[in-house]
């Protein structure tokens, strides 16, 4: 299933994304909904500076600006949207599930930072299943702040036949 092509995508950026300037009401709104119905830690609340808490999104009301592949426009559903992304050719996938993601929380972003994302396609790998062969893709996404220290790095991994 993986072609040369495919195995030389390995490592292509897949999208990048600059959120907005991470705000104190934005970092209270979340832990309050993250800690509901108990009151979040106060390093949350009134810190200085004030700390997100690790599960923190900065891109889940608006993005400030995104970039994705020249390729893009592509629905976020489509078996296949790796490789239309990547300017590939289509597999014919048809089905596709969620293989498991993983976070890793690297450095806490506080107040005023400028978090920039990052999407790569870190591997390919095949494996037999009952219905026969499967590719597994992984993706990762990595998180900078502005100073350009990593903050989080997600790894998702698609089960498609």
């Known amino acids: 299933m993986i072609s040369s092509q495919m195995a030389q995508a390995q490592g292509a950026v897949l999208a990048t994304r600059t959120a907005y300037p991470i705000d104190a009401s934005s970092i209270r709104r979340w832990a309050i909904a993250v800690y509901w119905p108990e009151t979040p830690p106060e390093r949350f609340l009134c810190g200085r500076p004030l700390l997100a808490p690790e599960e923190f999104n900065p891109f ?4 400030a600006a995104a970039e994705e592949s020249p390729n893009g426009n ?3 559903n489509d078996p296949d949207r790796l490789e239309k992304l990547l300017g590939l050719p289509p597999l014919g996938l048809t089905v596709q599930l969620n293989g498991g993601v993983e976070m890793r929380y690297l450095a806490p972003m506080q107040e ?7 999407n790569r396609l870190a591997r390919y790998a095949e494996r037999e299943g009952r219905r026969g062969p499967m590719l597994l893709s992984t993706t990762e996404d990595t998180w900078t702040n502005q ?3 990593k903050v989080l790095t997600s790894t998702m991994t698609l089960i498609r036949y």
């Open 147 to 149: 100073e350009g220290r």
């Open 112 to 118: 005023g930072d400028v978090i920039t994302s990052v």
């Open 60 to 63: 889940a009301w608006a993005v």
């Open 74 to 76: 592509i629905e976020l």
